[in-house]
């Protein structure tokens, strides 16, 4: 017990020591931090104090410094001021300057205006004085004067318009007879086309004239009964080994030529025959009307066509125009066209489309209402074809006015192939009214004293007064005279005006 007792009072005094310790140390740092702060203020305030001491130095020279520059910068913009003063009376001195000068040449213009409006008097007077002087010199008044002026500048124009008139004329005919003859003749050349048209067969030739007989039949049965079913005249006269075909159809007339012809190879003819082989000769008509389609087609070589198209271009081979053949017409109007079309970079296959097209309307005239140029067209229209082949075939006889390049080699190779020597007759009164006419046109003209018609009417002379026309009038009356036959006469080809006077001769070719 009193071991634990001891060891207590061991452990407590033990602890009061500590405690004691532990006071003194902690009083001792407590000095040592007291004094620790003490010297840390105190240094603070030192630097603090430095620091300020610095800032007042840096302050007081950033001042200094600052006012110096303000002062400089003050300086320089007083200096600016004065400099933009100095211009400024300098302008100003300059204005007052010009203003001075501008008044000064003001009253030296008035004084100008002043003394022009008296010059202008003086001249207007010393105008009226020569003006009258002349009319007193001249004997003419000044209205006179003034007519024959214009009477004179009027025949000066005429003179050089009559000259610039041949002039010209004469620079587009020789160019365009250069660029023309090379361009047909070249297409002629490559165009081997025959110059006597096939004409369309109306003669049966007959091996005897028994054969007659049986043609007419009993109390005239065989002949009623082909006049009947082919809507032919069969003229059976004088004429030895022969039987004259009369229709103004030439399909009729075709299809009655094969009959005969089968009935004669037949030998047997009486009615019934004569039905047989009227429908076995229409059905071969229809072929070769087909089989001729196919080969103008094949030989204008433009693309395929409507069938229908194909069947009514062979009709055209039966057809005839002044004697020549429609559709080898039709054809060399093709290659003519095509060859002119591919010389001049145009549309080919247009300008031939359209030609094989242009005369189909041939075929149905007596069918539909209208020319055949416009019957053309609504059959292309109808079948499909394009624009500009339909206008080229409406427009290749002026039915409407051509529009493209196409229209124009379609008028020029249809006016090619009907006008070359050979391609068409005509009757002597149609030639002699034609001939007439371009004389009447001629004779109608103040100053002409004759006029004749040559080559075929191709070529017109014309003969004037001396005394009433001149050069420069013969020139234009030659105009006039071509514009005239142009715009009132129908003409294949070209016609030439040519007009004497004096030996002279003044051509305008149209």
Known sequence: MLTVVAALIGILIGAIGAAIF????????????????????????????????????????????????????????????????????????????????????????????????ALQEELKEAKDEALVALERLSGLTVHEAKQQLLERSTDLVRHELAREVRQMEEEARSEARRRARALIADSLQRVAASHTAEATVSVVALASDDLKGRIIGREGRNIRALEHLTGVDFIIDDTPHAVVLSSFDPLRREVARLTLEKLIED???????????????????????????E???????????????????????????????????????????????????????????????????????HEADGSHALISGQLARRYGESEGVIHAIEA??????????????????????????????????????????LELIATAKPGVAK????????????IVEPSEVDDDAAALLSHEIAREIEDQLEYPGQVKVIVIRESRAIEVAK
């Open 451 to 462: 006029a004749y018609a040559l080559q075929a009417g191709r070529e017109i002379r014309v």
């Open 267 to 293: 030998g047997r003819i009486h009615p019934a025959r004569i039905e047989e082989m009227y429908y076995h000769s229409k059905t071969e008509l229809d072929e070769h009307v087909r089989q001729a389609g």
């Open 295 to 365: 080969q103008a087609v094949f030989e204008a070589n433009c693309g395929e066509f409507h069938e229908e198209l194909v069947r009514i271009l062979g009709r055209l081979r039966y057809r005839t125009s002044y004697g020549q053949n429609v559709l080898k017409h039709t054809l060399e109007v093709v290659h003519l066209g095509g060859i002119m079309a591919a010389e001049l970079k145009a549309g080919v296959k247009t300008t031939k489309r359209a030609a094989l097209l242009h005369d189909i309307g041939k075929a149905m005239s």
């Open 22 to 117: 532990l006071f003194a140390l902690s009083r001792s740092r407590v000095r040592a931090a007291e004094t620790t702060r003490t010297r840390v203020l105190a240094d603070a305030e030192r630097q603090a104090e430095a620091v300020r001491r610095e800032a007042q130095v840096d302050a007081r020279e950033q001042t200094v410094q600052l006012r110096s520059e303000i002062e400089a910068e003050i300086q320089d913009r007083r200096l600016q001021i004065v400099k933009v003063e100095e211009r400024v009376l300098q302008t100003e001195e300059e204005i007052d300057a010009k203003l001075t000068e501008l008044v000064r040449r003001e009253q030296g213009l008035g004084d100008r205006e002043v003394h022009a409006k």
């Open 396 to 437: 290749h006889h002026y039915e409407v006015q051509p529009q493209t390049v196409e229209a124009v080699l379609l008028i020029t190779a249809d006016a090619v192939s009907a006008s070359r020597p050979g391609a068409r007759g005509e009757s002597l009164e149609n030639y002699i009214r034609r001939l007439e006419a």
